[in-house]
């Protein structure tokens, strides 16, 4: 079996699919590795040291020609190259555009998304690339911070005088938050988390933070380790009673997220106009459809008129490419390895990982929640049909948690 890796094209992505270690351990289960000169660039791998470990590397025409599997990152740039019988797996986001995937069945070619994983299986967590990048981000979430921030991080005592540490409060303490916390306490801050979720309040505190815990709201905890969506009371409560905590912080990292909906508002307004000029906020959780913070824009900074750095956090992971793909190229594999039987992908929905991954086989969309956003433009395989168009709306996606997990 043929795996190519092309090289990624949306804007500012630097990641690759595979690194060159990976293609010496697919060897063994029957799978040539093909990559597009220049595919590893972004993340500073040569085309010589993919050829050094075995692959080969060719143009993309080639890929979309001979390869059984296309490796990607997002979304590859082109469908209509892709054939009938050809396989494509990466980080695809059926939910937030089901087309693409419809698209892709309609020629033939099987979907496989990694962002569908059933991430509490324990068997699953080597292919859980959405933890791997969300690690990533968070990481880097605090090094935009502290890179926007006038002081240290760390209290320094020097003969030119003493330095307080950074305050920083994390919300949102999934794993990029823990991972944020991790790292802000690294660098010497006073760190505090917040999650709607109370069985954080362990993970928080082991990493040497404070948990705040809000009187006014309870727990939110949804299934499958995720949150549900606040009440509109809930939500007003939350804001209003963060609104105290946030005024006190020089650095606020935000990473909330409810799968298949609107990222919730915790930084308002009033909250931003109570902090102190100079300060930061790094909202991980900007999108189009808003984010965490009022006035955070993707891919955007900006000064408010009190002086406080809004950050609107884009793709965070793609901005540290070699650590992020080295992550995903382990993730990937590995699933490539769990979908091969005999040299060849054997697509088995019964399974329950490849029942949260497999998006389109067979010309249809098989996966429950992507196709009932298609109802009733496309029948779903097998499963009577909903009364309910959907909408590709994040406000209305219904997919299950993970199959449009976070971007960060
Ligand atoms: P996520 O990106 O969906 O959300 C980030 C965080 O935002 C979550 O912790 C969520 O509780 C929080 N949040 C949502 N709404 C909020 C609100 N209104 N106020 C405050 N916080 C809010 O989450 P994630 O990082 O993908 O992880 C979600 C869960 O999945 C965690 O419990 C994590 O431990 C779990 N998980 C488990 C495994 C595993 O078992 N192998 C793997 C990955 C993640």
Known sequence: MKAAVLKETSPGERRVALVPDAVSRLRPAGIDVLVESGAGDGAWLSDAAYADAGASIVSAAEIYRTADVILTVTRPPSVSELRAGQAVIGMLAPLAGPEFAAALAARGVTVISLDGLPRTLSRAQPMDALTSQSNVAGYKAVLVAAGEFGRFFPLLITAAGTARPAKVLVLGTGVAGLQAIATARRLGAVVSGYDIRPTSKDEVTSLGATFVELTSVGSAAGEGGYARELTAEERQAQQEELTGH????????????????????????????????????????????????????????????????????????????????????????????????????????????????????????VHEGVASLLQPAQPQSGQPQSAQPQSAQPESAEGGPGVDGPSN
């Open 246 to 365: 946030i005024a006190r912080q020089d650095v606020v990292i935000t990473t909330a997220q409810v799968p298949g909906r609107k990222p919730p508002l915790l930084v308002t307004e009033d909250a931003i106009k109570a902090m102190a000029p100079g300060s930061v906020i790094v909202d991980m959780a900007a999108s189009a459809l808003g984010g965490n913070v009022t006035g955070s824009v993707p891919g955007e900074t900006s000064v408010t008129g009190n002086g406080v750095t809004i950050v609107g956090a884009e793709n965070l992971a793609a901005t540290v490419p070699t650590a992020a793909s080295a992550a995903y190229s382990r993730n990937i594999s590995a699933m490539l390895l769990h979908l091969t039987r005999d040299g060849a992908l054997a697509i088995d929905t019964s399974d329950e990982i490849q029942a949260g991954v497999v998006i389109a086989h067979d010309g249809r969309v």
